[in-house]
């Protein structure tokens, strides 16, 4: 039988830290055994806040390296840019989409009240607007069945399905296929600087730990951790803790886990070995990434061909749908 399609995608923001690996990278590696996987790396939607110029297409590059190094394979990754078929389709979708269900949007509506936050001008784009019709068309163009996403994403994947729908109401037949969500229970890591919050980048520096950064550095981040703070409850282990023994068992050190659970519960844990543990069990999982990282660096050139040419190749799908769309809606299927 043939292989269940996958896709999913993830903004070029920077660097990658463990709350990303353990939350959808990690995942993304393993559907790689069981399904047909398609990996992309979305610069058209990385331009619907304000950004840097230079720095996405810096970003775009480092976030394809990273993903290699962590174990995504070549042939699965694209840059959506590459494809300019999914731009094609969002036009188009975008006549399939009701201008009040995206004002709906909850993301929508938490970016356009953050934009004058950030300073400089409250700008808000129609790109950030119309962002969820860009996904909608990133995933139906390559027939997606499945799409692996925090719960974050729901919205927007219902959002996929009613265009879909609507779409398929339209042209009297079952066009695109209506995509599901696959949702993974992740482990949700936390801030180590300030465990009431999770783990990301928009908080500042302190408060995430890179895949790709110095081992004196983890080791610094993971020893300064917050355990407890303030009025201890002997009956509930405090956010802090639980979040280091959660990240030893999210990098898969069992056996440790489980010695240092029992001298908790004895009450006799002292948080220093917790955290010595933690640091080595992450630094022991990054080390591989890290190695592989380098290599990979010897040779940008290779990379850079490499992605081309899955790009190429992932478009040939992409192009297939996009021409058999115009057919549906009556646009000119014209080659030049
Ligand atoms: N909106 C997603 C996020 O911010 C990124 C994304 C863009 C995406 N296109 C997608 C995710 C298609 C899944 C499928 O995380």
């Known amino acids: 039988m043939e292989k269940k399609a996958v896709l ?17 990278i990690k995942n ?39 993903l290699m190094a962590c174990g995504i394979e070549t042939n699965n990754l694209f840059v959506q840019s590459l494809v300019p078929e999914h731009a094609e389709l ?12 995206l004002t709906r949007m909850t993301q929508f509506k938490d970016k356009s009240s953050q934009v004058g936050e950030l300073g400089k001008d409250d700008f808000v784009s129609v790109g950030l607007l119309s962002y969820p019709v860009l996904q909608a068309s990133d995933i139906l163009i390559y027939r997606a069945d499945y ?30 296929v209506l995509p599901e969500a696959l949702y993974t229970d992740t482990p949700k890591i936390r801030s180590t600087a300030d465990p009431s919050r999770k ?7 302190k408060h995430y730990i890179s895949v790709f950064a110095e081992s004196e550095r983890i080791r610094k981040q993971i020893k300064s951790a917050v355990t407890d703070t303030g009025e201890v409850d002997k009956n509930q282990m405090s956010e802090g803790v639980h979040n280091l023994f959660e990240l030893i068992k999210a990098c898969g050190n069992l056996l440790a886990y489980d010695a240092l659970l029992e001298d908790y519960n004895k ?25 592989r990282k380098l290599q990979i660096n010897l040779n940008k050139k290779d990379i850079k061909d490499k992605v081309r040419s899955s ?3 992932i478009r040939k799908v992409a192009q297939e749908t996009l021409k058999e769309v115009k057919e549906l809606v009556g ?5 030049f």
Request: aromatic share 12%; glycine share 6%; with cysteine.
């Open 8 to 24: 999913s995608c993830i903004q070029p923001t920077g660097d990658m830290h463990l709350g990303n690996y353990f939350g959808a």
């Open 28 to 66: 993304w590696v393993d559907l790689q055994k069981d399904y047909r996987c398609m990996y992309g790396v979305v610069d058209y939607h990385a331009m619907t806040m304000p950004y840097d110029v230079d720095k996405l297409r810096l970003n775009t590059w480092e976030l394809i390296t990273n």
């Open 90 to 101: 969002s036009w188009i979708l975008n006549c399939y989409c009701s201008y009040g269900q």
């Open 147 to 176: 799409v692996p996403v925090g719960k974050d994403q729901e919205q927007h994947l219902e959002l996929t399905r009613d265009i879909a729908q609507r779409f398929n109401n339209a042209v009297g037949k079952e066009f695109f």
């Open 199 to 205: 783990m990301s980048k928009s908080a500042g520096e």
């Open 267 to 291: 009450g006799k844990l002292k948080y220093s070995d917790l955290k010595d543990v933690t640091a080595s069990s992450v630094l022991e999982l990054v080390k591989p990434f890290q190695e």
């Open 311 to 313: 790009s190429h190749e």
């Open 331 to 335: 646009l000119l299927n014209v080659k």
